[in-house]
């Protein structure tokens, strides 16, 4: 029901995408071929199955294997679950074998309450980071695992950077940020007054194991169902579950996040497309909260760390044999691959892609036609702009 991975080791690979989801797969490869990966674990689909015929509970044995399973990867980080003096922190997605929305979002930091966030502060000598990492997580938790609308906790963000006079989350000092984790903990016991269970699960396990349970349960929901009808995709088994130690990009400015492509999505080119953001942790890339840098401008914030991405995405088209998507952190100028998949693209990079990797001999003819599939060639049939200049509003 769990299979472990990590650097250099992994109980799976690329080719169990039915059984570790998409995720977990690329997980597991990315490990299996050495890149630096964090280690966790991967709760397999058809444990998903049996939780929803077993009336929302886990099978007997594999809260068990979860904790064995963590229990390594504790081994390897140095540190443990609810452990104020070393505590380790965890992320949990979801993953199915076909991408599809309506599941899950991430939630970061777990395993965090009052004790281990001193201790973080402790450990790290970073007061600002460890309550910075705690009010976001009590922010996600509350959101995606306890169903408490994120605006709520947005609007306690602005209130408190308008009394501070600031205009972004890192011009908060850590006084303040104590201060947020305190109001943001208010916003469960004023959910909770109005009827359900609204109260923050102080016990890291407990974390954990609800968190299994939602990831679980996103299998279900609205929007995942009604995607599936209308793409027609049946015979899935459920969603896995990723639970993966943490890294941390807001560790300084020698630290952050960012999403990129190998090749650029939208022409094929060969050359890195995306973003990142200095000082900034997992979904604040995409969340709108700042504005993030072009990923070329990492060669000058954080050269090595650059040079590291390059090589890691050599890597992994070389492997892969086409063009990826890509999550990425950097901790204290050391880079750690999150996630990679093969990535989306327009018809006109369909074709490019496909004829360079020809060219450059990582596949053959017949497979780069196989690449570029009918919905590629149907754009490029329309009519399209000769220069883009045209269509963009003054």
């Known amino acids: 029901m769990v299979y472990l991975f990590g650097k250099g080791k992994s109980q799976g690979d690329a080719s169990m995408k039915q059984v570790l989801g998409g995720k977990g797969a690329n997980l597991a490869e990315m490990s299996r071929v050495g890149l630096s990966v964090p280690p966790g674990l991967t709760i397999t689909t058809d444990t998903c199955a049996v939780f929803h015929t077993n009336g929302r509970q886990l099978p007997p044995g594999c809260w ?62 970073d007061e ?48 303040d940020l104590k201060l947020l984790v305190e109001r943001y903990k208010a916003v469960y016991t004023q959910m909770g007054e109005g009827g359900g269970r609204r109260v923050f699960p102080e016990d890291p396990y407990e974390q954990l194991r609800l968190a299994i349970y939602a990831v679980f349960d996103s299998w279900q929901s609205e929007r995942a169902n009604v ?74 914030s954080l050269p090595g760390a650059y040079q590291q991405l390059l090589d ?16 990425f952190t950097v901790q204290e100028g050391k880079l750690f691959m999150l996630q990679c998949r093969s990535g989306k693209r327009t018809g006109a990079a369909a074709v490019r892609i496909a004829v360079e990797l020809a060219d450059e001999g990582l596949v053959d003819p017949d497979t780069a036609v196989l690449m570029v599939e009918p919905g590629h060639l149907d754009q490029l049939l329309h009519p399209q702009f000769a220069d883009e200049e045209a269509y963009k509003p003054d």
């Open 64 to 125: 068990e294997a979860v904790l064995e399973g963590l229990r390594s990867v504790e081994e390897e980080m140095g540190c443990r679950l609810g452990d104020p003096a070393a505590p380790l922190l965890l992320s949990v997605r979801s993953g199915a074998a076909v991408s599809m929305p309506g599941m899950m979002d991430t939630v970061l930091n777990l395993g965090l309450n009052d004790a281990c966030a001193a201790g973080l502060a402790a450990r790290s000598g």
């Open 128 to 175: 600002r980071f460890a309550y910075d990492a705690f009010r976001r997580f009590l922010d996600m938790y509350g959101d995606v695992v306890m169903g408490i609308p994120h605006h709520l906790f947005e609007e306690q963000l602005e209130r408190l950077k308008a009394e501070r006079g600031v205009r972004d989350d890192t011009s908060l000092a850590a006084s």
């Open 227 to 300: 995607y599936r009808s209308v793409n027609g995709i049946t015979g899935l088994a459920g969603t896995a579950v990723n639970v993966q130690a943490m890294v941390f990009g807001n560790m300084g400015l020698t630290s952050g996040t960012g999403v990129c492509f190998t090749r650029n999505p939208s022409t094929g080119e060969r050359k890195l497309y995306g973003e990142y953001l200095i000082n900034a942790q997992g979904e604040d890339v995409v969340a709108g909260i700042r504005t993030p840098e072009p990923i070329e401008t990492l060669a000058r």
């Open 312 to 327: 890691n995405c050599d890597l992994l088209e070389r492997h892969f044999k086409d063009m990826q998507d890509i999550e």
